[in-house]
């Protein structure tokens, strides 16, 4: 099926939203059920900001325009591999002092690698604000 209908993603720090035509909820619902909320207050579903290449990609093969924002600025996703400027790992790092943010890291490191079963998106997120972050 293809369609000519816009899907608007607006990414935050952990979390983006999905604005969409009622005929882009099949692939909105190949995620993982756990990943992703039905808000209807803002009318919106709400997913894990991992997902958004993933449902990108999928929305696309559909024949759906797609155009992700950044919620802080209203402004188109960044060059950088498709992502918002600020990820999950960021907003962790911004929250926590350099000692427990390193502690941080080390728990998270073996969930996350994917050697281990991890998630690659997530572990690339995680050492690139390790990288920004220590660079500060």
């Given amino acids: 099926m293809t369609s000519d209908a816009t899907v608007r ?3 935050s720090t952990i979390t983006a939203q999905v604005f969409s035509p009622f005929e882009a909820l099949g692939c909105i619902r190949t995620l993982p059920s756990r990943l992703r909320n039905w808000d209807a207050a803002e009318k919106c579903w709400v997913i894990s900001l991992t997902l958004v290449p993933e449902l990108k990609a999928a929305l696309a093969a559909e024949g759906f ?3 992700v924002r ?3 600025a209203g402004r188109a996703e960044s060059p950088r591999r498709g992502r918002a400027a600020d990820t999950w790992a960021d907003a ?3 929250a926590m002092d350099k000692a427990l943010a390193d ?3 080390k728990a998270l490191l073996p969930v996350l690698h994917p050697d281990r079963g991890g998630d690659t ?5 995680l050492n690139a ?3 920004r972050a220590v660079s500060r």
Avoid at 121 to 125: N, P, S
């Fill in 9 to 11: 993603i607006v990414v």
């Fill in 121 to 125: 998106e997530a572990m690339q997120a």
């Fill in 129 to 131: 604000a390790r990288d």
């Fill in 70 to 72: 950044d919620a802080k």
């Fill in 92 to 94: 962790m790092y911004a």
């Fill in 65 to 67: 325009k797609v155009v």
């Fill in 103 to 105: 502690r941080a890291y």
